[in-house]
């Protein structure tokens, strides 16, 4: 009886395994699988959608306009501390704005820049590297010195400058910024496209007839695209640092713009009497870039197959 308890035992999970083995291939349930082993990049993930629900709910959170002054609160400090009011839970400005409420305002601002400066970024950087690795020859030299050059300068010092020429002001901020974090989409592309022409299944399509377009936006693009999400996630919180420094030189956003380094820019000249006015605006700053960096994180390990456990 014992023996043919465990011959049945044994046929069960025969079965179970053949079964799995059976089961079809669910990528987004292994990915998430491997994402979700880093706690880090859950924890940014969490911080992420929230900085993005604050923003997308900003008018109706915010307990005031962001541009709304009260001569009666000048530099109100925060509500626990002695002094400050519950009307103003992390106090007033010199010129008497809720603080809350332009960080809130200010999230919308700072998601903004990043998302838009990736999103150029990614457009132009992706199609300059596809073409560079997919023709090669004197193109790709051309393309990848010019990237070369724009890396060899800092890149702070290069948006300072491409803003000074086209003159102060968000747009023209975010457009340097978007020239600054180029060459890294061009060279990843490049580097994958140029990894995937050697595959047998970009050689099986040009003998079908595909063409050139065919082939580097339906064939090769779409398996380029895992290390380009790593980076476009990183590349968030460079745009969102950059964009701010920017703003706190005064080439950025212009007051009264709620944009945290404009914010950090405007409460200079009281860090020593008012912390809360320069705490504030740094800590969401640190925040969300430490967040967009954990989920990069997360997405570099789940997606790579070399680090999957």
């Not at 046929?11 to 053949?18: C, D, P, R």
Request: hydrophobic share 55%.
């Amino acid at each position: 009886m014992a023996g043919q308890a465990t011959l049945a035992s044994s046929k069960t999970t025969v079965l179970e395994t053949v079964d799995e083995a059976l089961e079809p291939p669910r990528p987004w349930r292994e990915f998430w699988g491997y994402f979700s082993a880093n706690h880090g990049a859950v924890a940014g993930l969490v911080i992420v959608v929230l900085v993005l629900l604050m923003a997308a709910l900003a008018p109706l959170i915010a307990p005031y306009a962001p541009d709304l002054t009260d001569s009666a609160v000048f530099l109100k400090p925060p509500a626990w501390q002695l002094g400050g009011s519950s009307a103003h839970w992390l106090g007033t400005d010199a010129i008497g704005r809720d603080i809350l409420s332009r960080l809130i305002h200010g999230a919308r601002l700072s998601l903004a820049i990043g998302l838009a400066v990736v999103a150029l970024s990614v457009m132009v950087g992706t199609v300059l590297g596809l073409t560079a690795g997919y023709f090669r020859g004197i193109f790709e030299i051309a393309v990848m010195r010019l990237m070369d050059i724009i890396l060899t300068l800092p890149s702070l010092l290069l948006a300072i400058v491409i803003v000074a020429i086209l003159g102060p002001g968000l747009m023209n901020a975010m457009l340097a910024v978007a020239v600054v974090v180029l060459p890294h989409y061009v060279r990843i592309t490049r580097a994958a496209v140029i990894g995937e022409m050697a595959k047998d299944y970009v050689t099986a399509a040009r003998m079908n007839g595909a063409s050139h377009l065919r082939l580097m936006f339906n064939e090769v693009l779409p398996n380029c695209t895992a290390p380009l999400i790593v980076q476009a996630s990183l590349g968030i919180s460079t745009a969102i640092l950059d964009a701010a420094a920017l703003g706190f030189l005064g080439l950025g956003a212009q007051p009264p713009s709620p944009e945290w380094g404009t914010m950090l820019a405007d409460a200079r000249e009281f860090v020593m009497r008012a912390w809360w006015v320069v705490t504030f605006p740094g800590l969401a700053i640190l925040i969300t870039v430490l967040a967009f960096n954990l989920l990069g994180d997360g997405l570099r390990d789940a997606f790579d197959p070399k680090l999957k456990r």
